[in-house]
């Protein structure tokens, strides 16, 4: 079985505005605007013997509504570390709020599926 890397992920979505202060003010990103977002949440481990889980959803999904509550229908450049609110400062924020309570998180990634982008973090 060692051969073998498990990875199980959990999905989830918010809404959120944002705007980007890095451009000049007759940008259309400088002006406050709103995103449906949709993550996953990849974790890797051993599934236990007893529950031949790596790790519940249930457990899992209860992580994400914390963090999932910090950023949906909220202004993101208002949320602390996140001032310059791209998919990759968001990808980063989620994982490092959820590296402390999900062991064997190995990536988040952070998708605006209406214009097909993402960005992933991944542990290295
Ligand atoms: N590397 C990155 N580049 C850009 C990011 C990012 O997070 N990382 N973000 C943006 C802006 O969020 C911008 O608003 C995206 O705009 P656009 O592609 O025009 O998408 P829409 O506004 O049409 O999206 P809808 O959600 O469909 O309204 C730019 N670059
Ligand atoms: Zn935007």
Known sequence: MS???LEISK??????AHHFSHKDAAHPFSRMHGHSFAGTVTLSGAPASESGMVRDFWEIDAQIA???D???HRLL???EGLEHP???AIARWVFEKLDPVLPGLVSVEIRRPSCGEKA???RA
């Open 3 to 5: 051969a073998f890397v």
């Open 11 to 16: 999905d989830f979505t918010f809404d959120a």
């Open 66 to 68: 914390k963090v999932r």
């Open 70 to 72: 910090q950023l949906d």
């Open 77 to 79: 450049n208002e949320v």
């Open 86 to 88: 791209s998919l990759e």
């Open 120 to 122: 992933v973090l991944r």
